[in-house]
Structure formats: C-alpha cells, structure tokens
C-alpha cells in the first residue's frame, strides 16, 4: 500500500513553508486556506505520508478528511518544483490511494479521544481550533534538522487573538503542561517542538497599513511575502527577509536582516512596538516604560520575552526608478569591500554578495537547469565590468 517513490519524495520536504504563500500566483491550497492546520498544506501531507509509512500514526477520522480534502488541483506541484525540484502530487495521490485502499479493506480506524485538558482548550479557541489528533499532531512533530528527533505534541492549538494566546499561556501553567509558539515553518534549530502544546499563528493573519504614519500592523501569523504584498499594493515597501516566514517570528528570533537591511537598517530599525504575552500570561508592549529593552546588547544569549502576538514596523516608499544591477567580482573579498563601499556611501537600496551557485540556482526551477546555468553563466566567465571600481563610477554591468 506505500509507493516507496511517494516514501522518498516526502522524506524529502525540507519544511520551508513556501506551499503556504502564492509566490508564483497560481493560487494556495485550498483546504489549507480553510483548515490553517499544516495537515491540510501539501507540507503536512508530505508528513503524514511519510508517518504512514514507518508505521508512525494511525488512520484516524482526521487522517481521512484530510487526504479527501486534496483535490489534486496541481498548485503544489508548481510552487515545491519551483523551489526544491520535488514532485509533491505524487505524494498527494499516493496519499488519497492509501486511504482509499485502507478503507475498501475495512481495516480499523482509530477513534480518538476528548480529555479535559483538550476540552479546556477548545473553550478558549473554539471547538475547530484545538486537537489531539495524531494525524494533525505529527505535523508539528519534527523539522529537517540533524540534531532533534521527532517529538510529538499532546495538542495543537490555533489561536485566533492574542487574548487566546494569554489565556492558553495561563492555562498552560495552571495544569503545569509546557508550550512553545510556531510561525508558519520549523525552526532550523529545533526550537518549535515540545511534547506539551503547540500554539500555531496560521490564524492570526490581519495586516492594517496605516499611510499617513507609514506603519504596518501585523499578526503574528503574517507572512514575509504577504506583508510585502500588502505594502506594495498601497505604494509601499517593507524590509522583511524569507518569503514564508512570519514576520513577528523574524523580528524576535533573529531580528531582520535581509539585502534590504543597507538602507533600511536591522534589529530595533525595524520595529515601532510590538504586542507580547510573557511567560506568565500577562500582556505587554515594547514602547511601555516597564516593558523590557529586547534589543539592548548582552554579551550573551538572552531568551525571547515572550510570544510576539502583534507588530507594528514601518514602511518606507518605492521610488519607481529602481534598477537591479549585477555586478561580477573574481573573489569574494573585491565584492565585500565593494559592497561595504556602496553601505557606507548609502548607494543603493539592497546589497547582497553572492556565489554564481546561489544566482543559478535561484534562477532556475531544476536541478538540471541550475547545472547548465552555472557552467554557461558562471562568474568566471564574465567580463570583469566593475571590479575595482571607483566611488561613483556607474560603468557596472546591468544583467537584471
């Protein structure tokens, strides 16, 4: 009943969330959009698969409705080739062909059940937004990282407010059960996972761009490529980093810092407040007087001051003449100094050294395509227009 193919391709989804955001604008998932649980993305799907077939989970009520749910549309098929050259449909149809048999053959299916701590969560969220199934569970159970194994919640909860999230931090501590707070991806580090509760922000997606304050207000489950959407639909641009990532999770996790960050600065440049629950239950904001200074320099690693439930970050305007320019360098420390040179000059909106791998890879929607680009095109091949260039000089070698 498994397709060892199907086995492969989903051991193989890196989790980079991109099957969660319309970057190619061939649409989302439309199960996904309506669920917010990750089972309902191609993502989860990759993942129950891949339970299934080392015997991980059970057929549950859930388990079906899922792999039903699938239409085979194709979107993920797009959007994943694109970005890892995997084939998700036939994940997807290998999926739906498992359930289909599984039930034709009359085999068990597990009921799952309700206990009191579950039921206390769905008071707070709502009926549809908390669950202990093993099929959802699984979901937010691991990431492609070397030094953590799989480690299954007891419940997933989808939080629609902050007010939610308060209440589930304080409930958490009541009956002595740990969390954690997961944007829309993993953590390459590990850090998302827990065998307590995990709260996911799909839910939490409102964006409000105030024009005459240049700000944006955003959700904790607001996405990168979302929030730059938004913007630029109002005649704006904001400095965010990875597509998929939630912008909330950014600013607290690692701070942005993306091409952008030459003109538009990092850390605390890109945040005007934010909204937390700490660690107690007690809602805060960063422009208190008694709220803590998150980005003060420590010679040390510090822990976030709690769940980032709201942010608001400037926006800064698009100017309508802008160009991008490649420019080729012989050795990574000429493109350095020549980037720091443009920095310090305040040349320029976004700098970003990279290798001829990167470019062709990123260029390309196959591995195959990638190879031949980078032999064609690699760097070394290029005329040297603008190395060693002067301040000032504009005699670079335009190939975007």
Request: aromatic residues 8%; glycine residues 8%.
């Amino acid at each position: 009943m498994i397709s060892e193919e199907a086995r492969k391709i989903a051991s193989q989804c890196r989790h980079y969330a991109m099957c969660k955001i319309d970057f190619l604008g061939t649409g989302l998932c439309p199960s996904g959009m309506t669920k917010h649980y990750v089972s309902y993305y191609p993502q989860g799907r990759m993942d129950i698969y891949h339970a299934l077939a080392n015997n991980l989970i059970p057929v549950t009520e859930e388990l079906i409705s899922i792999a039903r749910t699938c239409t085979l549309c194709g979107i993920c098929d797009k959007q994943c080739h694109f970005v890892t050259g995997l084939r998700p449909m036939k994940v997807m149809r290998a999926l739906k062909d498992y359930v289909e048999s599984y039930l034709q053959q009359n085999r068990e299916i597990k009921k799952v059940e309700r206990d009191p701590i579950l039921g206390r969560l769905k008071e707070i969220v709502g009926e549809e937004w908390a669950t202990n199934d093993p099929a959802i569970l699984v979901t937010y159970a691991n990431d492609p990282f070397p030094l953590t194994d799989l480690q299954m919640p007891r419940y997933i909860v989808l939080p629609g407010i902050s007010e939610e999230i308060l209440r589930i931090v304080k409930f958490s501590g009541e009956v002595g059960i740990p969390y954690v707070v997961r944007g829309n991806g993993g953590s390459v580090y590990g850090a998302v996972f827990t065998d307590g509760i995990v709260m996911g922000t799909n839910r939490m997606k409102d964006i409000e761009i105030d024009r005459e304050n240049w700000t944006a207000t955003v959700g904790a489950g607001v996405t990168s490529f979302d929030l730059q959407q938004e913007a630029h639909r109002h005649g704006f641009r904001v400095n965010v980093a990875e597509p998929a990532a939630t912008v909330c999770g950014n600013l607290v996790c690692t701070g942005i810092f993306s091409t952008w960050s030459s003109a538009y600065g990092t850390g605390a440049d890109n945040l005007i407040n934010a909204e937390f629950v700490d660690r107690e239950g007690n809602a805060f904001h960063l422009n208190q007087k008694t709220g803590p200074n998150v980005y003060a320099f420590e010679k040390e690693v510090s822990p976030a001051p709690g769940i980032c439930t709201q942010a608001v970050i400037p926006l800064y305007p698009e100017t309508g003449d802008e160009e991008g320019v490649l420019v080729p360098f012989s050795t990574f420390d000429q493109a350095l100094s020549f980037a720091r040179n443009l920095s310090v000059r305040r040349i320029g909106m976004a700098i970003g050294v990279l290798g001829n791998h990167y470019v062709s890879t990123f260029m390309s929607p196959s591995a195959d395509l990638a190879k031949k680009s980078r032999k064609q095109t690699g760097f070394r091949s290029l005329p040297r227009t603008g190395y060693g260039a002067k301040p000032g000089m504009t005699d670079h070698l335009k190939l975007l």
